[in-house]
C-alpha cells in the first residue's frame, strides 16, 4: 500500500516545482478521512516532517518552508500535491508523502519518494 510520488526534479534557487502523491488504489475508500503529509530526507538524516493537511484541509508546515510551500489534497483523485516556491539550496531532499495514523505517525509502507535537488 505505497503512495507514488512525482514532480521532482532539478532547478535552481528561486525556482518552483509541485510535487503529486497518488494514493495506492487498495487505500481509496479511506483516503478523505486520513491526513496526509509531506516529508523528506537527506543522506545520513531522519526523515523530517514537511507540511501536512487533515481531512478537512487544515494545514501545517515545519517553520522553514512556510511562505514558501503549500499542500492542497484532491479526494476525489485521491492526489496530494506540495507546491513549492522560492526553492533554496537546503530543500535538497527525498521528498515522500504518506497518510497519518491517529498518533499523527506515518500509517503506510514508504514509497519511492521523488528527489529534488535546488542547486546553481
Known amino acids: 500500500v505505497q503512495p507514488v510520488e512525482s514532480g521532482g526534479g532539478s532547478v535552481q534557487p528561486g525556482e518552483s516545482l509541485k510535487l503529486s502523491c497518488v494514493a495506492s488504489?487498495?487505500?481509496?475508500?479511506?483516503?478523505?478521512?486520513?491526513?496526509w503529509a509531506w516529508y523528506r530526507q537527506v543522506p545520513g538524516k531522519e526523515r523530517e516532517l514537511v507540511a501536512s493537511?487533515?481531512?478537512?484541509?487544515?494545514?501545517d508546515y515545519t517553520d522553514s518552508v512556510k511562505g514558501r510551500f503549500t499542500i492542497t489534497r484532491n479526494n476525489s483523485r485521491k492526489t496530494v500535491y506540495l507546491q513549492m516556491t522560492n526553492l533554496k539550496p537546503e530543500d535538497t531532499a527525498v521528498y515522500y508523502c504518506?497518510?497519518?495514523?491517529?498518533?499523527?505517525?506515518?500509517?503506510?509502507?514508504w514509497g519511492q519518494g521523488t528527489q529534488v535537488t535546488v542547486s546553481s
Open positions: 488504489r487498495a487505500i481509496f475508500s479511506v483516503f478523505a478521512p486520513d491526513p
Open positions: 504518506n497518510a497519518l495514523n491517529t498518533a499523527k505517525q506515518p500509517k503506510y509502507t
Open positions: 493537511i487533515a481531512s478537512g484541509s487544515v494545514t
